[in-house]
């Protein structure tokens, strides 16, 4: 299991830095062809994605809202493409319908950002909508502003609310919504620890100096990789359905579960890195 940690955000409109983004060291590329796009280059945005497909390279698209015209003409572009993305994010998710028709249209995973208090509502039911859906997350700024909040503190239980219905429908655990304060690594590692004890995994970032903060917050650590390989050691040798473990600790089916997800994490960490030697 390859485990995403870093979406990086790069405008559709500016080739030279999807380049510089798919050479560089995020996880996933996300091009942008929403909220990064000026009305008058979303033109060029779209014929610079199609062309990045037909290249071959394994990016996300985020396309506009897909109701409104600009969103349209993204489907249009990318249902014609020579070569499909990875996935295609979308934005202003609240109509499981709408969801269907462009997973319908495009045949590719599907992940909805939630931005307004009828996509939180609808949460279980958006990342229910289809089997392409393939995770859900907030899209904070937004949502805030829908909800006529400010303060982190406003937005802990949409927040728990996404990771619920993410959970519930089996997908993985939401990624977290952008650190907008780019230079600020010292408060965006701090949001991202506080993020993964509330039940989110990886995040979405818009300038690679965020990368490495990311990565680092999201690899257990060797302590707790340790008692996972011990742990999982144990059953495999004993086959013991339930156990006191050395340290005392009442040891179930649910805490294996939790060992099992901690040695993919590093597993995955380790495949990252060995794809960065050789690239």
Request: hydrophobic share 50%.
């Amino acid at each position: 299991m390859t485990v995403v940690r870093s979406w990086l955000y790069v405008p559709g409109d500016r080739p030279d830095r999807i380049a510089k983004a798919l050479a560089g060291p995020a996880d996933a590329v996300v091009v942008d062809l929403e909220d990064a796009v000026a009305v008058a280059a979303k033109d060029q945005a779209r014929r610079t994605v199609v062309k990045t497909l037909a290249e071959g390279a394994g990016i996300y698209v985020r396309i506009n809202a897909p109701a409104s015209a600009a969103g349209q003409a993204d489907l249009a572009a990318l249902a014609a493409s020579d070569g499909k993305p990875a996935g295609v994010r979308v934005p202003k998710a609240e109509d499981p319908d709408e969801l269907r028709r462009v997973a319908d249209t495009l045949g590719v995973a599907l992940y909805p950002i939630l931005e307004s208090a009828l996509g939180v509502e609808n949460a279980l039911t958006l990342a229910t909508s289809h089997p392409l859906v393939a995770g859900i997350s907030l899209g904070e700024a937004d949502l805030a502003a829908d909800l006529r909040v400010a303060g982190a503190d406003a937005l802990v239980w949409p927040r728990s609310r996404v990771v619920v219905a993410a959970r519930a429908a089996g997908l993985p655990s939401p990624v977290q919504s952008v650190w907008t304060a780019v230079r600020d690594l010292d408060g965006l590692r701090a949001s991202t620890e506080a993020g993964r004890r509330a039940g989110f995994f990886g995040r979405s970032v818009i300038h690679p100096s965020q990368i490495p903060v990311v990565h680092e917050v999201c690899a257990p650590d060797p302590a707790e990789t340790a008692w996972a390989s011990q742990l999982l050691g144990h059953l495999a040798s004993s086959g013991d359905a339930a156990w006191i473990d050395d340290h005392g600790q009442f040891v179930d089916a649910a805490i294996v579960a939790r060992a099992r997800w901690v040695l993919a994490l590093a597993e995955s960490g380790e495949k990252h890195v060995e794809e960065g030697t050789h690239s």
